[in-house]
């Protein structure tokens, strides 16, 4: 069975610009998260959606940060006008449900360079 | 506010010896903990988990330790080998509250394992 698969591996953009990062969940997990590691940095939470519901956008760092879940599968992490303070890995995860002991399954990461 | 710490950011250990990395945790509403290992371009791998009700889990050559009271736990394992290599990092979760769902990382610590 497939992982989570992440698009494109990496990424290199200028400053200002926006940009679109994929993320394909485990089929039938339904619940999906963005999270990024700066450089030197722990991984930080971004975004969660869980079914249905509306989505934990409470790791959001601006309103230039912004995520959609189309179907209950495939999600786009979007952001806007690009900063060079944006650069990091961005990994997606999902898990069968969420919260509690229900293991979060990573993708390899999106590395995103802002020039 | 760094709720989850890894206070070494790198730990050397010969092959066959012990390897104990350690995290300290200042959420008490967090329920559960997890050791992610992250391997260079890829993704964490979920590695162990505990239940805050539990003190010790133990799997194959990896040990969890927690100390409630102290909000400390470690990793132990042993035998190390080489191929244990990575960067290890320490996750919390809640059951509920602000904390529901979302994974809580620490830094993270480069384990080296040499033959």
């Known amino acids: 069975g497939a992982g989570v698969s992440q698009s494109p591996s990496n990424k290199v953009t200028e400053k200002g610009k926006d940009v679109e990062l994929r993320c394909d969940p485990i089929s039938g997990h339904t619940a999906l998260y963005w999270y990024r590691q700066s450089l030197g940095q722990g991984l930080e939470f971004l975004i969660y959606?869980?079914?249905?519901?509306?989505?934990?956008k409470s790791g959001l760092p601006s309103d230039r940060f912004s995520a959609e879940r189309t179907g209950g599968s495939v999600s786009t992490l979007t952001i806007q006008r690009t900063q060079q303070e944006d650069s990091a890995v961005y990994l997606c995860a999902s898990s069968l449900r969420r919260g509690g002991l229900d293991t979060q399954y990573f993708g390899p990461g999106t590395r995103l360079t802002v020039l | 506010d760094q709720q989850v710490k890894q206070n070494s950011p790198s730990l050397s250990v010969q092959e066959g010896r012990i390897s104990i990395l350690n995290c300290d945790y200042t959420n008490s509403m967090f329920d559960y903990f997890l050791w992610y290992k992250k391997y260079p371009a890829e993704g964490p791998t979920f590695l162990i988990s505990i239940s805050s009700i539990k003190d010790k889990n133990e799997d194959g050559r990896f040990t969890v330790f927690l100390n409630k009271s102290a909000k400390h736990l470690s990793l132990h394992i042993v035998p190390s080998q080489p191929g244990d290599s990575a960067v290890y990092f320490c996750a919390a979760i809640g059951a509920g509250g602000t904390s529901y769902g979302k994974l809580t990382f620490g830094q993270g610590t480069i384990l080296t394992v040499h033959p």
């Open positions: 959606f869980q079914g249905n519901s509306a989505p934990d």
